[in-house]
């Protein structure tokens, strides 16, 4: 399977400070159809993961621009460019572009200082 | 704003088989494909598979082959998830995740599940002596 790894596994923010999570793959995540399938989301305590980001860097709708992706190949982020008390919680990163295989990063804590 | 409704939390006991209902709030899931991922207390994600209702047609992650069953009705509104032989270990929150189907004539409709777009709000199963 694909092992995507995330860090930091705990991150603590000022309230207005940005924020940034790496993931990393063990593998490309370059499809043979040329886009790269790899999904972010942010799941808040006690609540189900909500879609943030889907193909490395197209936001979902109703997600704020504070949140952004980018990377290629195996190294991706994810960046938020003012956290604000909302954003706690767990964000996954995801890839799915190595079928069979469907497999999520181990999470990165957010907290706020 | 279509949703994905779960059945209730449940009590398991070891050895014995759960089932685990997802329908959708409004449509069917023609065009859709639905993921099934589980969450143990305190951990991350775990994708386990997902089936084509439209096809009826269920993929399973390795871990899961033979110990698990993904089924649709017929009306395409709701799918199910099964699971066997219940251990401690299967105590979890199991949530349903949409997905699409992509070009259903293709015969790739399974690649799509990775969209997870609308997820249900989860099921806590604990399975207990």
């Known amino acids: 399977d694909i092992v995507m790894t995330q860090s930091p596994l705990s991150l603590s923010v000022t309230l207005g400070q940005p924020a940034s999570i790496s993931c990393r793959s063990s593998?490309?995540?370059?499809?043979?159809?040329?886009?790269?399938?790899l999904n972010w989301f942010h799941q808040r305590p006690g609540q189900s993961p909500r879609r943030l980001i889907y193909?490395?860097?197209q936001r979902d709708s109703g997600v704020p621009d504070r949140f952004s992706g980018s990377g290629s190949g195996t190294d991706f982020t994810l960046k938020i460019s003012r956290v604000e008390a909302d954003d706690v919680g767990i964000y996954y990163c995801?890839?799915?572009?190595?079928?069979?295989?469907?497999?999520f990063g181990r999470g990165t804590r957010l907290e706020i200082k | 704003q279509v949703q994905l409704v779960q059945s209730g939390a449940e009590v398991k006991k070891p050895g014995s088989s759960l089932k685990v209902s997802c329908r959708t709030s409004?449509?069917?899931?023609?065009?859709?494909?639905v993921s099934w991922v589980r969450q143990a207390p305190g951990q991350g994600l775990e994708w386990m598979g997902g089936?084509?209702?439209?096809?009826?047609?269920?993929n399973y992650a390795q871990r899961f082959q033979g110990r698990v069953t993904f089924t649709a009705d017929e009306a395409t509104t709701t799918v199910y998830m099964e699971l066997n032989s219940l251990t401690p270990d299967d105590t979890a929150v199991y949530y349903c995740?949409?997905?699409?189907?992509?070009?259903?004539?293709?015969?790739?409709?399974?690649?799509?599940?990775?969209?997870?777009?609308?997820w249900g709000e989860g099921t806590a199963v604990t399975v207990s002596s």
């Open positions: 995740a949409r997905g699409l189907t992509g070009d259903t004539t293709s015969g790739l409709s399974h690649f799509y599940y990775y969209v997870m777009d609308v």
């Open positions: 409004g449509g069917t899931l023609n065009n859709y494909t």
């Open positions: 089936v084509i209702p439209i096809f009826d047609i269920a």
């Open positions: 593998l490309s995540l370059v499809y043979s159809d040329g886009n790269t399938y």
């Open positions: 193909k490395v860097s």
């Open positions: 995801m890839q799915g572009s190595h079928w069979p295989s469907i497999t």
